[in-house]
């Protein structure tokens, strides 16, 4: 079973899809908020930032009605986490992906979403978590960060613009549900 790892993630939605996620954990039959997604992120799932400002970000720039955070415990060991953050994670699954998608008679070329999709159901609820790095290349290099220009290109640094987002797959996962904040 593994040791066990424990994060407070940050999901911002309605207020009313927030609470009735509330409501189904308190009500002992949990339910996720499960975004429909097969195209350039971690397929179908509950998205969670890694932290309060990325939240905070997404909760000024959201079109919902009345949005809101929501804060989750997530408890999980090494097993539950498809981790596409780690290189040999990664090149596993590569190699993996080929003999999935024709076991699930899937074009083997599809978008990362699909792949995501089918790989969890080959796995048969084992996968409870994705990790991934987004890039906002859009977003400007925070001021603190910066490095000379020429370095930039030259080797590794520190940078603001990738975030770390989780797919929640399984609801057994997250626990301790609260409303952090409204705009």
């Not at 097993?79 to 190699?95: G, M, P, Q, R, W």
Request: net charge positive; hydrophobic share 35%; charged share 25%.
């Amino acid at each position: 079973m593994g040791k066990k790892s424990v994060l407070y993630l940050y999901h911002v939605n309605s207020l009313k899809e927030i609470k009735k996620c509330i409501t189904s954990f308190e009500n002992g039959s949990p339910k996720l908020y499960t975004a429909k997604e097969d195209g350039f992120w971690a397929g179908d799932g509950m998205y969670f930032w890694d932290n309060p400002g990325n939240a905070q970000y997404w909760l000024r720039h959201s079109k919902k009605e009345h949005p809101v955070i929501l804060e989750a415990k997530v408890i999980y060991n090494i097993n539950d986490i498809l981790d596409l953050t780690d290189k040999e994670v990664l090149a596993s699954f590569y190699n993996l992906w080929p003999m999935v998608a024709q076991k699930f008679n899937v074009n083997p070329n599809v978008s990362l979403g699909k792949k995501i999709n089918t790989i969890t159901r080959a796995f048969d609820g084992k996968i409870k978590l994705v990790k991934e790095l987004g890039l906002y290349p859009a977003l400007k290099e925070d001021k603190f960060l910066n490095l000379p220009s020429t370095n930039k290109m030259e080797r590794p640094h520190v940078t603001s613009t990738v975030r770390t987002i989780y797919c929640v797959k399984e609801e057994s996962v997250l626990s301790e549900l609260k409303i952090l904040g409204e705009v």
